[in-house]
């Protein structure tokens, strides 16, 4: 492995990663309203020398609102109040490239990364989510090959506009009345198929000169914007095997785009459940998963596989099924072929996910946790995880308060923040701008 | 008046009000990229029990960013960095119903409302800019009626998705695996001209059951708008009788929509430039104003007009003028208005203005402040003001230090917050849900 150490995100989930979190004594339900739960994860998040908080997002109402917990503030919102709450710990949010503008996009996250002093990253999503479409008056999802391309053209326009001051533009010569030298500033006269922007963007060159670029792509589109703009990849996988392959397949699409292995940290999700012996932390997880209504399992697996799964037998092995071209990819490929594997019902894949997503799930004691990561790190299926405790913030304490520890120990996580920026953590160099003389040749419409 | 108090809002205007503000000895060039600049205004802001601070925006380069120190943060992330470092002001944002979705728009303002615990506020914008035309695809700027149209559309649809949910919907009883109640979810099935949405919103209804509206207009449709929606109006005005004819055109407007005199609150705005003598106050405006570059004038004069000012004589009366049907008419109406009143040549309107947008310009020590504010207030023409100190963020200290206190004494303005919310603040009720059993009909699309 070229890099030294893990790279680890917790991936703010409401009130953690089961569905059932929630019901928990220990858990307000409301705390997905209160900024002040999002603000305490991220406090403890950097007690343990996180890289960054992970916020997902999906602009509509989830399904079975009755049955889940869900997040549903604004992701950037929320960012920024952490970002006036803690001092490293880096701050990614989701937003949707269907569902927003690139100016408006490119403002946002330029702004959140002055007002955190370069600690920002924006999640790439295309979104495919019929309730979000009728959010926005269309008739239907755009095909998913109309949002990939939409989202290349909304990628390149947001760091473009990210480049469009030249990073010495702020003059600020009192005597002579000048504030900005308009040379430095560069229009960008983007014209696509989907989109066209002017520019420049209305604000100076952030600290970090662009906001990390994060995506998670299943999908062959998917996996082509990974590797020609991601800097984090968040990926899905249930084996080293086929996460090691997945990372492999990414970089050599990324050299086709002239990038080196090292310019791509590859991030699989992995939820947590910790105890203090092996035994306490299976029963967690049983308790856990019985408070998981299969009503709200079964309604949330058929979101994903794009399927209505109230048709079959729940207590029967899973059918064949095919997943709709136009569906989320990632997660319905890495859920059946967990499925496949195992031979699992219905019923055992809805509990064996614990209502969640597709992303795997380690249970055991501290050890066993960090054993489990090292071997994942050293095999080369992993540069770090998104890490998905449980329950929120208690799980998350755990991790913090009980691995990490043994993680620094080995040698394998950082002990002290040793940079500034998210770039600094993630081992990412600052980007030269596209403007610049030096600069690669800038990517063609 | 049937209002015991002033209202009192600070317009953070990146250095200051006047176009030089960034180039005196006490100002940093930079500073309008610095969330510190911001929170340090807020937080003097609320030592003076003002009620709330405003950020205006425009979604492109402002003309001739060469010259000028110009607010380019996107206004939202600021006022999330703010209501983590304050406690009581309110929070007030600009966003464009043009180039901005509902859904978004619903959901960064209810964020900010529960991040901030009921704080928030909504200034609602059509923005006509020909530069933001450009970063949003479009070929010219939409026209005055198109725009208000959409803009109308746009506040209704948004006022829907924040009460979409009842207050009660969250209900978390853990026993029964039931989160929310999706009886007390309303879709909003709202389908306009311009724009559709399906809702509900994907968060609970917020502190202040909707965050709370502001509006500038002054065209017909304006007034219109503001008249229909707006609970805060943002005024221009130079005399107390037209501002006060402004106020009560509005209020029999807003009387047609079924809504009572006590349900607008109309703040003018007024730059301040106070010194400890008369004659101090009248160097610190001619130091402010020989700093203003006539260039930069004249190009920002002629924007607002929506007129080349370039081929006129600096030093001849203002010729006639007519206002472009598609431009900002609330200011070009008050600096025609003005210029004619006062006779002046184009080179001492610019100078009269500040470099600024239109907005009175009151000159003196803290006593004859707070007697051009009494006076109004006792007048009927404003119920306080939207206040631009000249400089950010000396002249606001200064404000709050000197003028604050004879305010208090002569009992116009609060000693002390006495509520929580950003309606407390403005004596505005908490609003019925448009879906409530009880609530006056819904207003039809």
Partial sequence: MSRRHLHLNVNILHAGFFASAWRLPESRPGAFTEIAHYVKTAQIAERGKLDAVFLADTPSLAERPDL??????????????????TEHIGLIATASTTYNEPYNVARRFATLDHASGG??????????????SANFGLEAVPDHATRYARAQEFTEIVRLLWDSWDDDALVGDKAAARLIDPARLHAIDYHGRHLSVAGPLNLPRSPQGRPVLV???????????AARFAEVVFSVGQTPEESRAYADDLRRRAARYGRGPDTLVVLPGLATVIGSTEAEAKRRREELTDLIPVAYGLSRLGATLGVDLTQYDLDAPLPEIAIPANGSTTFAQAIL???????????QLILSLGGGTGHRIVVGTPEQIADDIEHWFRAGAADGF?????????GLETFVDTVVPILQQRGL????????????????????SHFAADAPQRLSA
């Fill in 68 to 85: 889940r917990s869900f997040l549903s503030l604004e992701p950037t919102i929320v960012l920024a109040s952490i970002a006036a709450a």
């Fill in 119 to 132: 600690r920002a990253g924006w999640n790439v999503v295309t979104t495919a989510d019929a309730q979000a």
């Fill in 215 to 225: 995506q998670a792509g299943g999908s062959d589109d998917g996996r082509d914007l």
């Fill in 337 to 347: 072929a967990h499925a496949r594997r195992d031979g699992l019902t219905l019923r």
């Fill in 386 to 394: 998104n890490l998905m405790p449980d329950v929120l913030p208690t």
């Fill in 413 to 432: 996580f950082r002990r002290a923040y040793d940079g500034v920026t998210l770039r600094d953590h993630l081992g990412l160099d600052r980007p030269a």
